[in-house]
């Protein structure tokens, strides 16, 4: 296959999915078939019992550069509802997801980065949001979750104004949850998976939902905590002094 077609790649290993963001000719940016793409690919996974945490990331030295803005003068469809599609089946993945970012993370990239449950990034990284320098409106819900994240002061910077910002004010704003020094990010990320997919998926799946501030479904998970062992199977892995083999949901 062509190495500068642009597309979603993934792997699984090890209880970790992989979505790569693949299009190196224009520091891989989104094309309108990649964000249609995205949320059917996300559904797979999803399903998958071996997926116990995803990471998004970008091939090379990019995370993602935004758009392909050639795709916003197409006629048919509506870029900036595949895109909001796309980024909206991320924020509903069912697992922990981790954005690995390296290089710029601008516009598109910076809504799907957004829309993971953590950001690590790489220093030199650059991040921005650029509507502004399109006359687009950016969604209610992008604008929302950006809120969340950095607060309403630095969301308007980035929106007002589509200027980047550096790592360092990413990670003081909110915006990102660790910078690692140069050639450092993969092997942190590796780590830092490597312990959420060892950890009780029971206790993140809850935990996602009630960080979105959902307030109607604690009977839910206690009845689901109750019916899988896994609180007592961590009390006794703890006393026991060895590694505990969480069981929720069944069949994984």
Not at 30 to 45: K, V
Not at 173 to 202: C, F, H, I, Q, W
């Amino acid at each position: 296959m062509d190495r500068t077609e642009s597309r979603l790649e993934h792997t699984v290993a090890d209880g970790v999915a992989t979505v790569v963001i693949s299009n190196p000719a224009k520091r891989n940016a989104m094309t309108a078939a990649m964000w249609s793409a995205l949320p059917g690919l996300l559904e797979r996974l999803a399903t998958d019992p071996a997926v116990r945490v995803l990471v998004l990331t970008g091939a090379g030295n990019t995370f993602c550069a935004g758009a392909d803005i050639s795709s916003l003068r197409d006629p048919a469809g509506d870029p900036q509802a595949l895109a909001v599609a796309a980024e909206e089946a991320l924020a509903a993945f069912p697992r922990p997801t981790l954005a690995a970012i390296r290089g710029y993370c601008v516009g598109g990239g910076s809504q799907l980065a957004a829309a993971c449950d953590l950001r690590f990034a790489e220093e030199g990284a650059s991040f921005g949001v650029t509507p502004a320098k399109l006359g687009i409106v950016y969604a209610a819900s992008s604008t929302r979750r950006l809120v969340a994240l950095t607060g309403p002061a630095t969301a308007k910077h980035l929106l007002f104004s589509g200027e980047l910002i550096d790592t360092a004010r990413a990670l003081r704003t909110g915006l990102v949850d660790e910078v690692l020094p140069a050639g450092e990010l993969d092997k942190r990320v590796e780590a830092y998976v490597r312990t959420l997919a060892a950890r009780s998926l029971l206790t993140q799946a809850a935990a996602k939902e009630f960080a979105t501030g959902r307030e109607d479904r604690d009977t839910y998970w206690a009845e689901q905590a109750r019916r899988s062992g896994d609180t007592a199977e961590g009390v006794a892995a703890f006393l026991e002094r060895r590694a505990p083999r969480f069981t929720w949901p069944a069949g994984l």
